[in-house]
C-alpha cells in the first residue's frame, strides 16, 4: 500500500477510473469490496458501500490493474494520464512494470 493517506488514495483512484471511462457503483454487497464487472457494453466497478474507505481503494486498484491487464488501450492509454507519483508507482509495482 502507498504512503498516502486512505481517503487521498481512493479519490486518486476513483479520478483515474473516470479517466479510463469506468463507472463506478457503490452498492450494499453481501461479500468481498466490490470489483470490476461488465454490464451489457459498459465496465463498472462495483464497490461496497459499506466498506471501509481503505478497503475501497484496495478495490478501486485491482479493477483498475484488472482492466489495464485486459484492454492494452487502456494500458497505452495510462501512460498519457497524470497519476500522483505514488499511485503511478503502486500501479506500477502491481502491473509488474
Known amino acids: 500500500m502507498s504512503g498516502m493517506n486512505a481517503d487521498r488514495r481512493r479519490e486518486s483512484l476513483l479520478g483515474l477510473v473516470h479517466q479510463l471511462g469506468l ?20 465496465w463498472q466497478v462495483l464497490l461496497d458501500e459499506r466498506a471501509a474507505v481503505a478497503a475501497q481503494a484496495d478495490a478501486l ?14 494500458a497505452a492509454r495510462l501512460d498519457d494520464l497524470y497519476l ?14
Open 23 to 42: 463507472e463506478v457503483r457503490l452498492e450494499p454487497l453481501d461479500e468481498g469490496q466490490g470489483g470490476l464487472c461488465r454490464i451489457g457494453r459498459r
Open 84 to 97: 500522483l507519483p505514488e499511485l503511478r508507482a503502486e500501479l506500477e509495482e502491481q502491473l509488474g512494470c
Open 61 to 74: 486498484l485491482a479493477a483498475v490493474v484488472e482492466f489495464i491487464s485486459a484492454d492494452a488501450l487502456a
